[in-house]
């Protein structure tokens, strides 16, 4: 099995045909004139932004995907529990099948699975469980947000792929972005990759670097020159198999020779972390991101990693490959931490622009 070779990969690596520029650039045009609109009318209050009366922290991103907002939302919960504090993830749950109002954990018990509540969901239940962190999903996200406040009464509520929902009023809007300006990143959906242009930053409140702080950002950023910024990085951390407690550090992966499974926004940035660990790259299976694996893509798989030391994938499709557990023995699930260059001075913010010092104590 090879690379995708999806619309999403031909723009990030330049290969969009004339053909087939002419065509998507107009609707490019079109997508974002009504993103300009639609945060107009939101400002002069044609459209209104509804509150779920608890605090409301916002992770999102002007770009479709690839940012790294489920490690940063899942950072965020462990960094308010550290303070105090009772946090709630509220998440669209896209890639599930809930219509309503679902609860993937109410954090003492995994209550969907993530054909069910969406794949990012169920990765940040799995993880956040020991900490006892509720993740609810629904597309309504004010319906959503007000049940689960009044279900689980958190102190704050944490709103995953939130920046462009401006209909769940939020008291922080923390933006990431990545430090660099490729073409993909100048234009519109569908030619580009930006779901909003970079004058919308103007309505943000934190924004947070992937990689580390640009010396000059991509276009547009300018706008928001006078924003607190930080910036975070991944690291590599640990390789467990799909069902088991035993942890092994991500460097043994030097010299293995392993077969890449994964379906994500940005597979490469995936890819290129397990070459920085010194891994000898047989092959790869990348789908488009939320992809639901079945039967087949497994026969596949397993066929094309015969020769390979390690099959290796990330959290984020364990949670979906756990059923396959049986075929695919090879399989190694690769964790990364997330580190932030300065987590403390972070939350000090964050909590200062949410809580009164009385409500710090």
Do not use: C, W
Not at 20 to 48: E, H, Q, V, W
Not at 58 to 78: D, E, F, Q, Y
């Amino acid at each position: 099995m090879e690379k995708r070779d999806d619309l999403r990969t031909k723009i990030t690596e330049g290969r969009v045909g004339p053909g087939l520029d002419a065509l998507l650039r107009p609707l490019s045009i079109l997508f974002g004139i009504g993103a300009r609109m639609r945060a107009f009318f939101y400002s002069i209050g044609l459209f209104r932004s509804l509150s779920i009366k608890t605090k409301v922290v916002s992770v999102g991103n002007i770009s479709a995907g690839g940012t790294g907002k489920t490690p940063v939302t899942m950072l965020l919960a462990r960094l308010f529990i550290e303070r105090g504090k009772r946090p709630l993830i509220l998440s669209r749950g896209y890639g599930g099948t809930v219509g309503g109002v679902g609860v993937v954990s109410d954090g003492s018990e995994l209550l969907l699975k993530a054909k069910d509540g969406g794949d990012e969901p169920r990765l940040m239940a799995t993880s956040l469980l020991e900490l006892g962190v509720p993740v609810v999903v629904g597309p309504d996200r004010v319906r959503t947000g007000r049940f689960a406040v009044k279900e689980f009464k958190p102190d704050v509520v944490i709103l995953d792929d939130g920046f462009q929902h401006m209909r769940l009023k939020r008291d922080l809007d923390i933006v990431l972005l990545s430090p660099t300006a490729d073409r993909a990143n100048e234009l519109m959906l569908p030619r580009g990759l930006l779901r909003e242009p970079h004058s919308a930053l103007s309505r943000a409140d934190i924004l947070l670097f992937k990689g580390g702080l640009p010396r000059s950002g991509p276009d547009g950023v300018a706008v928001a020159s006078d924003l607190p910024r930080f910036s975070f990085s991944y690291k590599p951390a640990t390789l467990t198999e799909l069902e088991g407690d035993t942890r092994r550090g991500a460097e043994r992966l030097r010299g293995k020779r392993v077969y890449l499974v994964a379906a994500l926004a940005s597979p490469r940035s995936f890819e290129a972390t397990v070459e920085s660990l010194g891994a000898l790259i047989y092959g790869r299976a990348f789908f488009d991101d939320h992809h639901p694996y079945d039967g087949q893509d497994i026969k596949n798989i397993v066929e094309s990693s015969m020769e390979v030391d390690y099959i290796i994938t990330t959290e984020k499709d364990a949670v979906k490959l756990l059923q396959y557990k049986d075929q695919l023995k090879k399989l190694r699930v690769l964790s990364v931490d997330v580190e932030m260059d300065s987590p403390d001075g972070f939350m000090e913010l964050v909590m200062t622009r949410l809580f009164s010092e009385e409500e710090q104590r």
